[in-house]
């Protein structure tokens, strides 16, 4: 009773970059350029990628050990400080934590306006490269966490509020099935942030692109080869673009700044149109992955069988396997069909793009994903096409850069 619903707005920037392992002062000088590029739009919330400035392909504890800092300490947490401050921003960026007994952690700090500590979280569901420097996963699992923002919120009469933002962390493999394996349908990490009424996503990630060499790629070499010649035909070194910058910024009173490198075309390679894994037209968002991030995030997505299915009461005997750690499946509850109608969530993602060891490609395409809550008895398709999804806007795939949006969603009170 008596919930107010008010309209946050905010302001939020998110920085895409291809670091290397073993050259962080020019991560760090293109990190800032970066940040300068935006800073006079005064940004509340400034997001790096995992691992945003030490790079991401460690093979073994001993090459990442000299790179794992306390959350308090080392260059990500200095150069979070150093923006939090200036910018009078929420700062989130990835970084490889060294825990207490020799535990090692896939982080990501979040540093309040002031240049305070506001949360540490260690990634969950970990990817092969994580294994291999034996990461630990984190011991508290998913979480949630308040985020107070200091006059970010609005109600009908105007008035304005300080509120304590329902927020959330995902480190990249956080958003996929548990060591691939988990049934595809159990959406773990969003299921988990339904249930728990998580109001902003905040997801740094080091998401490989199609183009990869991974365990399951057939043939290792011919993929390696693939990636040199993507590479040389893009006339790109072999670890992808650095310093040619996309910058897309659109703001509520109408600034709009729009930078392309190659003038957003490159004729060289094949469009992605048909071949789905080429590594092509880098300032475009790769839409495959957008269509699987958006997926991973189906009990957020309207999606009119969900109505049937709860008539026939399937949701009951699904639920019961879970003995008691869930009480939503694909976003139904025994109470509603769908949880999260009438809702709003907003999804932020951050990934890094380039490529490391000649084998990882990455998918950057880092941009915001807002959930409005609606056309729950209509939608039929479950990708980024759904109405209930709305794309307000993302970076391409290939170009270090920033993208910058004015996002307003509705909370309750
Ligand atoms: N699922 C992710 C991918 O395939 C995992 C990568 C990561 O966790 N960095 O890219």
Redesign the pocket.
């Known amino acids: 009773m008596g919930l107010k619903r008010l309209t946050v707005n905010l302001r939020i920037a998110v920085v895409q970059l291809n670091p290397q392992i073993g050259h962080l002062e020019e991560t760090v000088v293109r990190a800032h350029s970066l940040v300068r590029r935006v800073e006079r739009y005064q940004p509340d919330i400034v997001v790096f990628p995992?691992f945003a400035l030490s790079g991401?392909s460690f093979h073994s504890r001993a090459e990442i050990s000299a790179h794992l800092c306390r959350p308090q300490e080392g260059p990500a947490w200095e150069f979070c400080q150093q923006i939090s401050r200036k910018l009078s921003c929420v700062t989130v960026m990835g970084y490889p934590e060294r825990g207490d007994n020799q535990q090692a952690y896939?982080s990501a700090l979040v540093v309040d306006e002031e240049g305070k500590l506001a949360f540490n979280y260690r990634?969950s569901?970990?990817?092969?490269?994580?294994e291999e420097w034996q990461c630990a996963e984190n011991p508290a699992g998913f979480q949630a966490f308040e985020l107070p923002l200091k006059g970010k919120a609005r109600d009908h009469d105007g008035h304005v509020h300080d509120v304590k933002l329902r927020s959330a962390i995902g480190?990249?493999?956080?958003?996929?099935p548990y060591k691939?394996k988990a049934p595809f349908q159990e959406c773990e990490f969003s299921t988990y942030q339904l249930e728990h009424g998580t109001e902003l996503l905040i997801v740094p990630?080091?998401?490989?692109h199609a183009s990869?060499v991974?365990r399951d790629t057939a043939d290792p070499a011919t993929g390696k080869a693939e990636i040199a010649r993507t590479m040389d035909q893009l006339g790109l070194p072999l670890h992808g673009s650095q310093n040619q910058f996309q910058v897309n910024i659109k703001l509520r009173d109408g600034t709009c700044e729009e930078e392309c490198p190659g003038n957003g075309t490159l004729t060289s390679a094949p469009s992605d149109a048909g071949v789905a894994s080429s590594y092509s037209d880098l300032s475009r968002p790769d839409q495959q992955n957008l269509d699987y991030w958006t997926i991973r995030f189906m009990p957020f997505l309207a999606c009119k069988w969900r109505e049937n299915w709860f008539v026939e009461k399937a949701l009951k005997p699904i639920l019961a396997k879970f003995k008691g750690s869930r009480f939503t499946y694909l976003g139904s509850s025994l109470k509603a069909p769908w949880l999260f109608e009438n809702k709003n969530a907003l999804l932020v993602l951050c990934n890094r793009c380039g490529a490391e060891d000649g084998a990882t490609v990455?998918?950057g395409s880092s941009g915001f994903l807002k959930f409005n809550g609606q056309y729950g008895n209509e939608e039929e398709i479950l990708n980024s096409s759904n109405r209930s999804v709305e794309l307000l806007g993302n970076l391409g795939k290939g170009y270090e850069g920033v993208i910058v949006r004015d996002v307003s969603f509705e909370i309750e009170r």
């Open positions: 995992e991401y896939n990634k569901f970990l990817y092969d490269t994580d480190i990249c493999m956080d958003l996929s691939f990630m080091a998401w490989l990869s991974t990455y998918a």
